[in-house]
């Protein structure tokens, strides 16, 4: 089963990729968190991604796509794989489109979560991320039991770089303008699914599994 999550930054795309991969049992792969934990370890990679997320704006298509194939080369990936931040241009959904027809293969699902402008930018404030294992909270709707701590790794949460609201303006302007097209992109090739994100994260994902029932998944 391979999926691709669409939606705005912080429309909740990393939310409902990592529960799919638990109960599905696929790997989740987040091209952000990939280069966030570049950036933390301080990698060249991470040095060169980090000027444009600081901003914003979009790591290049020639850094990104290549990170991506080389993922989901990887074995783990055999049974498919959720992507989550990716693609988030016509190019690279082209670039990952060409991959697949080569392996005699094809995305199964894009589900975008619909989720408007307004709502964004308060759930952007709120949310806190663990660097060390990628996990999220927010501080109203998902706590973690200690302030500023991740359950799962007892490493400090932080506020990301890019979710003060200046940057995510921008990220939001950015998504309009380079990622939206996907919606079209994917509807033409009828993999298209949308749900309502702004409901509980718990009743999105159930909208979730039931579009991926229809495909014979349980
Ligand atoms: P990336 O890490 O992908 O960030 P993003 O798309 O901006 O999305 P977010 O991770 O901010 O949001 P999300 O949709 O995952 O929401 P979440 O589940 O956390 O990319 C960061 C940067 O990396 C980009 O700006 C770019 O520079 C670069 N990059 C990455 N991929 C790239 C690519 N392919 N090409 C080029 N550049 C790339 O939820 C948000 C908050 O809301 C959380 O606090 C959560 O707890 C809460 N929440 C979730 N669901 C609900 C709900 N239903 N109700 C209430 N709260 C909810
Ligand atoms: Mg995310």
Redesign the pocket.
């Known amino acids: 089963m391979k999926i691709i999550m669409l939606?705005a930054?912080?429309?909740?795309?990393?939310?409902?990729a990592k529960m799919i991969a638990d109960k599905y049992q696929i790997p989740h792969i987040?091209?952000?968190?990939i280069?966030?934990a570049n950036i933390k370890n301080g990698t060249e990679l991470g040095m060169e991604?980090k000027k444009?997320?600081d901003q914003?704006?979009?790591?290049p298509?020639e850094l990104?796509v290549k990170i991506l194939l080389d993922r989901v080369a990887q074995p783990d990936c055999e049974n498919g794989y959720v992507l989550?931040?990716?693609?988030?241009?016509i190019p690279?959904a082209e670039v990952l489109d060409k991959a697949l027809v080569e392996l005699g293969d094809a995305i199964d699902y894009a589900i975008n979560?619909d989720v408007p402008d307004e709502n964004i930018i308060n759930?952007?404030s709120?949310?806190r991320a663990c660097l060390s294992c990628g996990a999220?909270?927010?501080i109203v709707?998902?706590p973690p039991k200690t302030e500023g701590v991740c359950d799962k790794c007892g490493q400090p949460l932080v506020l990301r770089d890019?979710d003060k609201p200046e940057t995510v303006k921008n990220?939001l302007n950015v998504y309009h303008e380079q990622t939206q097209p996907l919606i079209d992109f994917y509807s033409a090739k009828g993999v298209l699914r949308t749900v309502d994100?702004?409901?509980?994260?718990q009743d999105?994902f159930n909208a979730i599994v039931e579009i991926l029932k229809d495909a014979g998944n349980n």
Do not use: C, E, N
């Not at 994100?197 to 994260?201: A, E, K, L, R, Y």
């Open positions: 939606g930054p912080g429309a909740g795309k990393g939310t409902q987040s091209t952000g968190d280069f966030r991604a444009y997320m914003g704006l979009l790591v298509d990104t989550d931040g990716f693609p988030r241009t690279q979560v759930r952007m709120g949310r999220t909270y927010h709707h998902i890019d990220r994100g702004t409901v509980d994260m999105v």
